[in-house]
């Protein structure tokens, strides 16, 4: 089992920065895969970013290629999502999730674990 809560979200103008947290608990952290999502309102969870347990391979969504980047520290049981050039169509809740296979990968249904999500407000 593991507990997962993001934060770091917040309201910012377009063009800015965000560097977003997702903090583990438990003892197994780095045998995990974790990815991120994003979920606007009326819309579904769509794929961010995934990294591997080890942090060797990493994947992207197109929306956010270049923009942003999902890095890892296993020793703070904590991965992270920075994220450059905003733009309003990042808006949305940004949910951290860990996968028990180890692998990156961009499908919903093989994240096992789940935080609560913390919201990024990209004006223009």
């Known amino acids: 089992q593991v507990q997962l809560v993001e934060s770091g979200g917040g309201l910012v103008q377009a063009g800015d920065s965000l560097r977003l947290s997702c903090a583990a608990s438990g003892r197994t952290f780095s045998r995990y895969g974790m990815g991120w999502f994003r979920q606007a309102p009326g819309k579904e969870r769509e794929f961010v970013a995934a990294t591997t347990w080890n942090g060797d391979n990493t994947l992207y969504a197109d929306s956010v290629q270049g923009r942003f980047t999902i890095s890892r520290d296993n020793a703070k049981n904590t991965v992270y999502l920075q994220m450059n050039s905003l733009k309003p169509e990042d808006t949305a809740v940004y949910y951290c999730?860990?996968?028990?296979?180890?692998?990156?990968?961009?499908?919903?249904?093989?994240?096992?674990?789940w935080g609560q999500g913390t919201q990024v407000t990209v004006s223009s």
């Open positions: 999730g860990a996968d028990r296979s180890g692998y990156a990968g961009s499908l919903l249904r093989r994240y096992d674990y």
